[in-house]
């Protein structure tokens, strides 16, 4: 496998074209699912059968690249046949690694597959070391992605108590503030994003126009009233528009996206291993373009370079044409 020559870059893949894009553009490694409830992006048109999962690794892993494969939503009590298979079969089709967050999944992974990577999703929401360590402890784990909740010097205090490697998102849509732990959505459609492994199921969205306004809804909830001017946010709970005390406002969080690119060696100082970007339901396009943005970035860093023109670009990819650096760089408590 070819060795990062700076920063490790994992890039999603919805789609076997997704995949593909991604490794011809520069992935070090891509990360995807199979398609059913087992991990945390299963919506229609998206995620890998067993035939084009088998495929997509072979694929990358002509080109030196690595596939990890998610595993990461949470099986309900007494119904666990899902995610035991989707563990066989990843080892089966030859992963690199199997992304988990559920105790049980990892006990099964550790038990079945012991020679097989592990690492801990972001979906366990474990953004401390004692947590981590428990997970290293028990189920040897050799990375944790950690939640979108730490400033640079919290990722650097964490990682400089813990053995592991550490993957933090770099780019692409925010979420709740506390991985994994999401239950708005499950509320208003009956399906859960920690379970069912979807968050604003598509057959629950519509939109309609009111007067100058378009109006987005899940289910009969309202999620947003937009004008003309403003970008349409997919609508899920944790993105919508509530009233308060008479004033409309975004509680939880604004549609706006993590580009964490202007502090790169800032990360790779606090220890980080890999970097994240956000994107499996995005299109093979957009895959194309931001893992080529940030491998030409990367690469400049690595050859002590300045930032080339291709990092510049990527807040015109950002959700909503707004970019943070979110809790990276943290003006609250």
């Known amino acids: 496998m070819r060795e990062p020559t700076y920063l490790e870059l ?49 694929y990358a892993h002509r080109f030196g690249r690595r596939v990890l494969v998610a595993v990461n939503t949470f099986p309900r009590a007494g119904d666990v046949v899902f995610w035991q298979r989707a563990v066989d079969n990843a080892a089966d089709c030859g992963a ?17 597959h012991p020679n097989m990577r592990r690492h801990l999703s972001v979906q366990a929401a ?19 992605v950690l939640p979108r909740v730490l400033s640079v010097d919290e990722v650097a205090a964490v990682i400089a108590r813990m053995k592991v ?8 849509s925010l979420g709740t ?9 499950s509320y208003i459609t009956g399906r859960s994003p920690s379970s069912d492994g979807v968050c604003g199921p598509a ?10 306004q378009m109006v987005s ?7 947003n009233r937009y004008d003309k001017h403003e970008n349409a946010a997919y609508p899920t709970p944790c993105k919508c528009r509530l009233v308060t005390n008479g004033q409309a406002s975004y509680l939880f969080e604004e549609p706006v996206g993590l580009n964490a690119v202007s502090i790169l060696p800032q990360l790779k100082a606090a220890g980080v291993t890999a970097l994240k970007i956000e994107g499996r339901q995005r299109s093979r396009a957009y895959v194309g373009q931001v893992v080529g943005a940030f491998r030409q970035v ?13 990092a510049n670009d990527l807040y015109r990819l950002a959700e909503g044409g707004k970019e943070t650096l979110s809790a990276f760089k943290k003006g609250w408590r």
């Open 298 to 310: 990367l690469d400049a860093l690595a050859r002590g370079e300045p930032q080339p023109e291709a």
């Open 10 to 58: 994992v890039c999603p893949a919805g789609t076997p074209a997704a995949l593909r894009a991604a490794v011809d553009a520069g992935a070090d490694t891509v990360y995807c699912g199979f398609r059913d409830c087992t991990n945390a992006r299963n919506y229609p048109g998206l995620n890998f059968d067993l035939k084009e999962m088998r495929e997509g690794i072979d």
């Open 177 to 185: 503030m506390v991985e994994g732990r999401c239950y708005l959505s």
């Open 96 to 112: 690199d690694a199997v992304i988990m967050a559920d105790i049980g999944v990892l006990d099964y992974a550790t038990r079945r």
């Open 126 to 144: 474990a953004s401390n070391p004692l947590s981590i360590d428990f997970y290293r402890e028990q189920f040897g784990i050799s990375r944790v």
């Open 165 to 172: 490697e550490a993957e933090v998102f770099a780019f692409g």
């Open 203 to 212: 057959e629950y969205v519509s939109y309609r126009e009111e007067g100058d």
């Open 217 to 223: 809804c899940l289910g009969k909830v309202m999620m």
